[in-house]
């Protein structure tokens, strides 16, 4: 009688080198509820580069920055953070070591659109705060200018150590935009200048 065949054994396959496999995305919650600081808005801080902004928000910026550097040369670059809300009204300057450096500023500006929730301090400032709010916090650490652009309108930031946060107001007093991230960057009145 002859032996049973047998059963055939299936050798492991090789494993995917850690090059070869895709990181696993790190979940940093919903982006209304990051919190702006000096440094950065929730997990974006300003020693990012564009590219390890878009492993945060998970978009390419690849188009952008090509816009941004025919446009400015490479020296400078500024884009949305994303096609959705809350990051449609979020966008980024990169200019004190050119478009390949790291983020200099983060801006939440929402463009009118009200009907979304936005990042705000850990004091709860933010879109939608009143100037009133921003002085009882800030006190007499606040500096302010008026607004270029709209009449009645302020811009208020504080800062340290280089860093700072910037309130822009309208006519009203209610802050239309907030910035986050390096001076003198920070108090650009228009993107790159």
């Excluded at 953070?81 to 983060?106: K, W």
């Excluded at 659109?113 to 936005?118: L, M, P, R, V």
């Excluded at 709010?133 to 607004?147: A, H, I, K, M, N």
Aim: proline residues 9%; hydrophobic residues 30%; charged residues 20%.
């Amino acid at each position: 009688m002859s032996a049973p065949p047998e059963t055939p054994v299936a050798s492991p396959s090789p494993s995917a080198s850690a090059t070869d496999s895709a990181p696993t995305p790190t979940d940093y919650g919903d982006p209304a509820t990051w919190t702006i600081t000096p440094s950065g808005i929730g997990p974006l801080t300003v020693d990012m580069t564009p590219a390890e902004v878009s492993t945060v928000t998970g978009v390419d910026y690849s188009a952008d920055i090509k816009e941004s550097e025919q446009a400015f040369g490479g020296a400078c670059g500024a884009w949305l953070l994303g096609p959705d809300q809350p990051l449609t009204s979020m966008s980024v300057l990169v200019a004190s070591e050119g478009i390949d450096g790291p983020v200099d500023v983060y801006m939440v500006d929402p463009y009118e659109q009200t009907d979304s929730a936005f990042p705000t301090t850990a004091e709860g400032l933010g879109v939608g705060s009143t100037k009133a709010d921003v002085e009882s916090v800030y006190g007499s650490d606040l500096q302010r200018e008026d607004s270029l652009y709209v009449p009645r309108g302020e811009r208020l930031w504080t800062e340290q150590a280089g860093e700072g946060i910037l309130f822009e107001t309208d006519g009203n007093g209610v802050v239309t935009s907030v910035r986050s991230g390096r001076l003198p960057q920070l108090r650009h009145s228009e993107g790159c200048a």
